[in-house]
């Protein structure tokens, strides 16, 4: 699964909490799926909410409930969740690794 925001350091806006939620309900569905790598595209693990579309009313309430849920089932998957850290990584986006198995930092010169 790849957080792809590089413009923004992959923050969520609510396009990114759908889709998170989608892709955590297709991973529960599959049985052969046992292993999933979370990372982010560009410089960015993933930086938490956009706060220009929050800011704008783009991200609503709803949404972050969604993008909080989505969070809820990635820590009770049954599969092994690594988060794949290849850079900035705050806010949601510390959550996000938080709720995964297992953490690694890449470090980039």
Known sequence: ??????????????????DLGRAVAAINARDDVRVVVMTGAGRAFQTGVDLKALAA??????????WEDA????????????AGINGHCIGGGLQLALVSRTRSWACRP
Request: aromatic fraction near 4%.
């Open 1 to 18: 699964m790849t957080f792809d925001r590089p413009e923004v350091l992959n923050a969520g806006n609510a396009q990114f909490a759908a």
């Open 57 to 66: 009313g783009e991200l609503t309430q709803p949404d972050l409930v969604a």
């Open 71 to 82: 969070m809820t089932e990635i820590e009770r998957m049954d599969r092994l969740v690594i």
